[in-house]
């Protein structure tokens, strides 16, 4: 009876949590921090402007951070860069592969452990540039000894910066460090690790006027919040105490919040005291605004200092181009090759206009280009052919290599392909270069080959066909069954003493007649047995013969 009383007391406590959780909606984790009715941006202080030295060069500061349980590593592509002065500062270890520029040069903060890697020929020359503080003692040290800043950026978990060549177009002239979205800047690819699902909502039907709740908890360190909203909606803007929300468009909208607001220019504080508990938020929400229904929930666990947050009306089936994330093609400035074999041992490329027969098995080699004295391995995730309009997925099995720095190596079979009806097909594997036994990933890349496949078309002919390990293979099973049966005979006659009981003459005549006849094939003749009998035979066979004759005379008589 007692541990009936325990379960049930547990089974009330979870069902309460669960209540309390769900207060308002069920809430679901946004992947990539964006959907149908919201999007969450970080912001980074930044600042991108005109200058160019007199000697034409340009000066790029890049702030990079990383996540604790993120291991760093990015592609650096300069190769379209302007003449220009690159300083990277990092907050934890970097493993940098560099595409580099003679007219660009590189340098490191002091206390920055950053390795730049060139593909084929080790490492680059790195310049030094004093320890800083903080950002705007890096600022003033690159502009006192450079002439000015023209772009600086902050990066969180980047996988690939790209230099596009282009320049700013009226742009301020001095660099002051303003909340920014990095990926906005025109003069560089800026592709980031996707980040955590950080972001938690739910959306319900409304037949009233929306009500957005946005909380961003105690324990979060967001301090500034700039908001996009739909028109005529009402909000409840909650976040800890110092959090700023400013609203961005110049919309009518009614809020509700504990903290500092600016709308239209204007900032007011209505100094309302709002719990963090979803539950007592819903009951707040739906007292203040007479209202039976909260439109949409979100919560925000992001922990940065600057966000931008777009809310929109789920309804709506446009979408404003203004919450469009834009992120760039990943990068394929180091290239990888695939080549195909027709024989395991690697030693046989197949010609791209050879035909695979669908039937055989094909090996496939994938390399890339190598980086110094730094070890890389590549990992593929996934393999698939295509053929407009058909694509399968193409199972795959990893072969062994002994060698060493030897590349990737794979097998495939092509039987699915077998009763498709083209002939032409794009083999393509999603793979990823790994540095220090596979604890820093470059972002995903595509390596393709074409090939060209023959229908495997079955032998009609019901002959058996045999090779050369065949027609041997009989001949010395042949060979040794006679010999064990030579044997066997042999064995026989010493233990008796006496021939055996069937001649072996007679009796290999008699399987040699047997064997041949009626085989059209046979090459010999049959011969026929001798009737000559030896003289104990005759007068053997004349006194039986006599003996035998003389009973019906005597019958008779």
Same mark, same amino acid.
Request: hydrophobic share 35%.
């Given at each position: ?30 992947? #990539? ?112 000894? /450079?002439?000015?800043?023209?772009? /600086? ?9 790209? !230099? ?22 025109? !003069? ?66 009614? /809020? ?6 600016? @709308? ?21 929400? @739906? ?53 195909? /074999? ?135 099973? #042949? ?79």
């Amino acid at each position: 009876m007692r541990s009936i009383t325990c379960f049930i007391a547990v089974i009330l406590c979870l069902r309460r949590a669960a209540s309390d959780s769900s207060a308002i909606c069920e809430l679901k984790d946004v992947s #990539g921090d964006s959907n149908d009715w919201i999007v969450l941006q970080e912001m980074s202080l930044g600042c991108w402007t005109d200058f160019t030295s007199l000697n034409g060069t340009e000066v790029h500061i890049f702030k990079l951070l990383s996540s604790p349980e993120i291991h760093p590593m990015l592609e650096l592509n300069v190769t379209m860069a302007n003449p220009s002065v690159v300083i990277i500062t990092s907050s934890s270890p970097l493993t940098i592969l560099l595409q580099d520029n003679p007219t660009v040069k590189i340098y490191v903060t002091d206390g920055s452990s950053v390795n730049i890697y060139l593909p084929n020929r080790g490492s680059p020359q790195k310049h030094a540039a004093p320890f800083a503080n903080s950002d705007s003692e890096l600022l003033k040290w690159a502009t006192e000894t /450079f002439g000015g800043v023209t772009s /600086f950026t902050t990066a969180r978990d980047p996988m690939v910066i790209t !230099f596009t060549g282009m320049k700013g177009t009226h742009q301020p002239s001095t660099c002051d460090l303003q909340p920014e979205i990095a990926a906005d800047k025109q !003069f560089i690819e800026l592709k980031l690790t996707s980040p955590p699902d950080e972001l938690k909502s739910c959306y319900t039907k409304y037949s009233e006027e929306p009500i957005h709740v946005i909380n961003i908890p105690d324990d979060v360190k967001i301090r500034h919040v700039y908001l996009h909203l739909p028109s005529n909606s009402k909000v409840i803007l909650r976040g800890p105490a110092n959090t700023e929300w400013t609203i961005l468009n110049n919309i009518s909208v009614k /809020f509700l919040s504990n903290n500092r607001v600016t @709308l239209n220019g204007m900032k007011l504080l209505l100094n309302k005291t709002i719990s963090d508990d979803p539950k007592e938020i819903r009951q707040k929400v @739906l007292l203040h605004y007479k209202s039976t229904s909260i439109t949409s929930y979100s919560e925000i666990r992001l922990n940065v200092s600057h966000i931008q947050l777009w809310i929109r009306d789920h309804t709506s089936s446009s979408v404003p181009a203004e919450v469009k994330p834009t992120t760039p093609a990943p990068s394929s400035s180091f290239p990888l090759q695939m080549q195909l /074999f027709s024989s395991p041992d690697y030693m046989l490329p197949l010609d791209p206009s050879s035909k695979v027969q669908s039937d055989k098995r094909v090996y496939a080699e994938i390399s890339s280009q190598s980086f110094g004295a730094i070890t890389v391995s590549i990992k593929v995730s996934s393999c698939w052919v295509s053929s407009m309009p058909e694509v399968r997925d193409m199972p795959f099995k990893e072969e062994v290599c002994y060698i060493k720095d030897c590349p990737k190596r794979l097998s495939f079979s092509f039987e699915m392909l077998q009763n498709l009806p083209s002939s032409s097909w794009d083999l393509e594997c999603a793979v990823k270069l790994c540095f220090k036994s596979g604890k820093s990933c470059t972002n995903e890349k595509h390596v393709k080959r074409n090939f060209q496949i023959k229908p495997y078309i079955p032998n009609k002919n019901p002959c058996f066909e045999f090779g050369l390990s065949a027609v041997l293979g009989i001949a010395f099973g #042949g060979f040794l069954i006679g010999v064990l049966l030579t044997g066997a005979l042999w064995f026989i006659k010493i233990r008796t003493g006496h021939p055996v009981a069937l001649g072996m003459r007679s009796t290999a005549a008699e399987l040699s007649v047997l064997s041949i006849t009626g085989c059209p094939c046979g090459l010999t003749k049959r011969q026929p047995v001798p009737t000559h009998q030896s003289p104990s035979e005759n007068s053997s066979a004349n006194a039986s013969i006599g003996s035998t004759q003389s009973t019906p005379t005597s019958s008779m008589a």
